[in-house]
């Protein structure tokens, strides 16, 4: 069966420090992957996604992800955070359009310390 | 251009009532989904709607019903409310589908059943 799993539930680093949120994922062809953020109260926002080609993608708010086939990875990294990046994460598996839904994993609270 | 409406944000619902929750999809997406949203049991899908059509269904109830109308607006119904429906409902727009294209959250829908 299909799963993500985000095995950290809540992250606590410094402004200004490195970021990296691990994301697996259990699907039996290619993946299509992505990392959504949501703020409190609020919908969810694409952070960035890979279908296909280049392992390194860059998204939005200074955000990367890179996906390793061989570890069924996906994580997410920014070199430097700010406060505003407080929010919680969400890496997420696109079935395909024939099935066409998104199963998210449990997410990862990230936490700014001043 | 507009995103993702979805309407009411808030509403407060009795146990064993009825309610209809609507979304305006990102003209000229034809995929509308539907996300529960709880802290103990995250993102979970709801169903799919393309083309007035229902795609894809998750596991959920037969209470919970939904449809999507020839301008692509979508509604979605939950009968004889329980405590436990108490969620964000979140509505994502695709061109496609959620599972291959990139999708579009709107802010949600909070229902609180008492």
């Known amino acids: 069966a299909q799963s993500v799993t985000q095995p950290d539930i809540h992250i606590t680093v410094s402004e200004g420090a490195s970021l990296e949120l691990r994301c697996n994922y259990s699907?039996?062809?290619?993946?299509?992957l992505f990392w959504y953020v949501q703020s409190p109260g609020q919908g969810l926002q694409l952070l960035l996604k890979?279908?296909?080609?280049?392992?390194l993608v860059q998204g939005i708010k200074g955000f990367e992800a890179e996906f390793k086939r061989s570890q069924s990875s996906f994580n997410l990294r920014k070199p430097s955070v700010h406060w505003s990046d407080a929010a919680e994460y969400f890496c997420?598996?696109?079935?395909?359009?024939?099935?066409?839904?998104?199963?998210f994993g449990s997410g990862t609270r990230l936490s700014i310390r001043p | 251009k507009a995103g993702v409406t979805q309407t009411p944000r808030y509403l407060i619902k009795t146990r064993g009532q009825q309610v209809t929750l609507s979304c305006s999809p990102i003209?000229?997406?034809?995929?509308v989904s539907w996300y529960q949203q709880t802290p103990g049991q995250g993102l979970q899908f709801l169903f799919e709607?393309?083309?007035?059509?229902?795609?894809n269904k998750g596991n959920f109830p037969g209470r919970f019903s939904g449809r999507q109308f020839s301008n692509s607006r979508s509604e979605m119904n939950v009968s004889t409310l329980e405590l436990g429906d108490s969620a964000l409902y979140l509505c994502?727009?695709?061109?496609?589908?959620?599972?291959?294209?990139?999708?579009?959250f709107g802010q949600g829908t909070r229902l609180t059943v008492v």
């Open positions: 994502a727009s695709s061109l496609q589908g959620a599972g291959d294209t990139e999708a579009f």
């Open positions: 699907y039996g062809a290619t993946p299509y």
């Open positions: 890979y279908f296909s080609g280049d392992t």
């Open positions: 997420a598996v696109g079935l395909g359009s024939s099935a066409s839904k998104i199963i």
């Open positions: 003209s000229g997406h034809r995929s």
């Open positions: 709607y393309f083309s007035e059509t229902q795609r």
